[in-house]
């Protein structure tokens, strides 16, 4: 299937396996839980969902289509992986951009270049801008600047892979979100964590009785 405009949840699936990629790489590939919680986050997130992980499912269904995720095999648990900057045709720069658009929804140059920080450092704003502009002039547009909004001292961008944007959707945006996006990441490996430590016993009780059935005894 040719790419074509994605649903909200579809871009929130997408951006949220990017940026997980980047801020918890031992977590990643993500498994359906896993994604549906950073889906799910209450704070780093315009807007908030609250998606069920058969949603989920259904959007990592279409986008696999779209050839911008793929099924990682192998593990016990299916996994996931995104295939953006390959699916999308864009570089890594232009996907770190996307992604943050696509989490938080529009911002300016400066807000850009500090929340992209550790999905792609870049030197200055004006390589943000270019970026930007470079994604703006595609055919059709991934991104465009927005009117600068009343009382703002610098204009917005926004990504169009849900289709075009209204401006009055987007009034003020507050900025200085980096330290809560963190404490995301922290919740998300603490629920993580916990999953796994349910596994783990889940693990060592069926251990335990196979043992008993055996006849072998367990120090």
Not at 168 to 190: I, T
Not at 194 to 205: D, I, P, S, T, Y
């Amino acid at each position: 299937m040719a790419l074509r405009t994605l649903t909200a949840l579809e871009a929130r699936v997408l951006a949220v396996l990017v940026e997980k990629q980047a801020t918890v790489p031992d977590s990643y590939p993500l498994s359906l839980n896993a994604l549906t919680l950073g889906c799910n986050q209450k704070t780093a997130r315009e807007p908030v969902m609250s998606a069920a992980e058969s949603d989920v499912l259904q959007a990592l269904s279409e986008l696999k289509s779209m050839h911008l995720v793929n099924e990682v095999s192998g593990s016990r648990v299916v996994r996931f992986e995104h295939n953006g900057a390959r699916g999308l045709g864009v570089p890594g720069a232009g996907l770190a951009c996307l992604t943050l658009l696509m989490l938080r929804g529009p911002q300016t140059t400066a807000e850009l270049r500090l929340n992209t920080e550790r999905l792609h450092r870049f030197a200055d704003i004006s390589s943000v801008e270019g970026f930007l502009e470079e994604l703006a002039e595609r055919s059709p547009p991934f991104v465009v600047k927005l009117a600068r909004a009343p009382g703002a001292r610098e204009p917005r961008w926004a990504h169009l892979l849900c289709g075009e944007v209204v401006q009055e959707a987007f009034s003020s945006s507050p900025s200085g979100v980096v330290h809560q996006a963190r404490d995301d990441e922290l919740a998300f490996l603490r629920a993580e964590q916990h999953r796994m430590n349910g596994e783990l016993e889940q693990l060592k009780a069926l251990v335990m009785r196979m043992a008993g059935e055996l006849g072998i005894a367990v120090p």
